[in-house]
């Protein structure tokens, strides 16, 4: 299955700059699920500068269960996880990294490779 393609004004969205932040507002049923599937594929995209291995954070598993679905090539440099997984996983990495003789008041993750893969 491959992955939609974009309709109307997520054009515009889908090639932001690869830097920065941006809101991304709209309905029930606007595309925003589906645009940032989609930017997220394109910021993944090795052939362009900005490449990387990127991170997509979901609510659902539903939506988590629909991108190992697609297998499309272009998610193959996308990780996806559930905001909860994620956060078990800082706090899991902040553990395996603090010793036990430093407070905990902060997590360090600039170095933290576990939470892309």
């Known amino acids: 299955m491959a992955l939609p393609m974009p309709i109307g004004r997520q054009r515009e969205v889908l090639c932001l700059p690869a830097k920065g932040h941006f809101v991304i507002l709209g309905t029930a049923g606007s595309g925003k699920t589906t645009l940032a ?18 991170l997509l954070v979901t609510f659902n598993r539903a939506l ?14 996308v990780v ?5 997984s994620y956060h078990w996983l800082i706090v899991w990495y902040s553990e395996k990294t603090t010793p036990a003789s430093e407070p905990r008041s902060g997590l360090a993750l600039q170095n933290a490779p576990a939470l892309m893969s």
């Open 37 to 54: 599937i989609l930017r997220s594929a394109y910021l993944s995209d090795p052939s362009t500068d900005h490449h990387g291995k990127t």
């Open 64 to 77: 988590v269960a629909y991108l190992k679905h697609l297998q499309d090539r272009r998610l193959a440099h």
């Open 80 to 84: 996806t996880r559930t905001t909860s």
